[in-house]
């Protein structure tokens, strides 16, 4: 029989997946994740661990407790704090499901003796012709490959995503059938560390936050003074509300310049980009050639995919993409599979 261990964050996604693969007939256990235990989200955590104890109770299943506090704020918050200080805008759950969920995660399922770590993602994994594939599961509205492309063959070959072929309200629907104890609890919301704003969380969480986030002026794209920001941190590429200014026409967030502390604003059309930069390119084969390629790319989950000329670390869109924006991800996909992505410089 095989192994299979759950990551299960007491939601009812991932609660849900354990009871489907136990029906199913695996040796299931489970594993819920210490991430934080800060002051604004101490009681959150203890609450998905208390949650996810009564699931493995009602599914008599074993359940285990893994504490990562120190990796996820080295590696996942601090990456969050310096993105921003940076100037560009980070997506923490990339790198999460990358470096914790299926690398340490992984890591440790590996050497306990499971043979598949299964977690409760709406993604769709395939074997076809000797090498995994990953794909847009059956709910397209609760898709989450974009935030799990950086899934290599190394990662995908023990891997179990059990809800690939339902849909979120049939899930909800047989975890209620099944009398889980978390069946009526609300999904999750937004970063998971972040209680309400990620502003509030930056002022509470950078070191000399007044020395370091300093007010500094806004100019349009000829250089003309126009007011004053408050931080860079505040702003992000296409917004528009919010910035302070009275200007006769509205205008965006077209650039935040670190060296000049400098925020640049423009028009709707100013917004607009056929070209996007990227780094730290991975691709979901092995068997990838390094030539140039054609693909549906997204540059943020919610987006429509646009058609794409992928050279190098260089993407051409066919059309114009709207606030392209350095430090989100560009995902790579060839239909309704996924092949690979970078972060947007």
Known sequence: ???????????????????????????????????????????????????????????????????????????????????????????????CNEKIKFGLLLDYAKKNGFNYLATGHYAKIEEKDGEFKMKIGKDKTKDQTYFLYRLTQNELKSLMFPLADYTKEEIRNIATSANLPVANKPDSQEICFIEKTYHE??????????????PGLIVDVNGKKLGKHKGLIFYTIGQRSGLGITTPEPVYVLKMDKATNTLIVGTKNDVFSRVAKIKDITFVSDKFDGKDFNADVKIRRMHQPAKALVSKDIILFEEEQASVTPGQSAVFYNGSYVVGGGIIV
């Open 1 to 95: 029989m095989k192994k299979v261990l759950v990551a299960l964050s007491g939601g009812v996604d991932s609660s849900t997946t354990a009871y489907l693969l136990k029906q199913q007939g695996f040796d299931v256990s489970a594993l819920t994740l210490k991430l934080y235990d800060s002051h604004s989200r101490a009681s959150v955590s203890l609450q998905a661990i208390e949650d996810a104890k009564k699931v493995c109770d009602f599914l008599n299943i074993k359940h285990y407790v893994l504490d990562l506090q120190k990796e996820f704020k080295d590696t996942i918050i601090n990456n969050f704090i310096s993105s921003y200080l940076s100037a560009t805008t980070p997506n923490p759950c990339i790198l």
């Open 201 to 214: 969380f930056l002022q509470k969480n950078i070191k000399d936050f007044n020395k370091k986030v300093l």
